[in-house]
């Protein structure tokens, strides 16, 4: 983090997209992917010259960019179970006479989902990459917008997604359990 924070590293998003496959591999339980990618990572770590305070205001960083990874993962995978769901809906309807409408409705599932957005995700970046005094208020932020979104997962179409009849997705589970993780690390 300090590496990139200090502009020393030469390919700093090859850097970025590296430990972010790192982590989120090893939060996924494959430590094998996860300990593969560190070859790579330790190298262009070695390739940059060390930071004066090399490590200053590091504090915590790594566990924002974590949970920023996370919850990434988690809403593109929230959408794409949204999407299975609203697919599998206009298909057990095509014949049906009022197809037209279901379609709408299965719509409407997705656009419903995307009302959680990536403003949590934004701001976990912002602190990963704010300096240590803006980090509380940018925290404080984050918190209230997991509690919002935790919130909204517990009520209307939210409290009925995951146990619908017409296909096994997991929105709400995944979505709860990434939130709690993100929680402890806000907290």
Partial sequence: EAALRD?????????????????????EGQTARALAALPGIAAMLREAPPAAGAGAGAEGVVAFQRARVLWGGTRAK????????AAA????????????EVASAAREIIAHVGRIDTR???????ITNAEPPARPALRAKAA??????????????????????????????RAR??????AKTLA
């Fill in 78 to 85: 929230m959408m794409e179970e949204a999407e299975k769901l």
């Fill in 89 to 100: 809906i206009v298909a057990q309807s095509a014949d049906d006479e009022d197809a037209a």
């Fill in 177 to 182: 359990a990434a939130l709690a993780s993100v």
């Fill in 7 to 27: 502009g020393k590293v030469a390919d700093a998003a090859g850097l970025r997209a590296r430990w972010g496959f790192a982590t989120t591999a090893a939060e």
């Fill in 120 to 126: 949590l995700e934004d701001l976990l970046d912002r």
């Fill in 144 to 173: 209230q917008v997991a509690a919002a979104y935790q919130a909204e997962l517990g009520q209307g179409l939210f409290a009925m997604i995951d146990a619908n009849p017409f296909a096994a997705v997991s929105v709400t589970g």
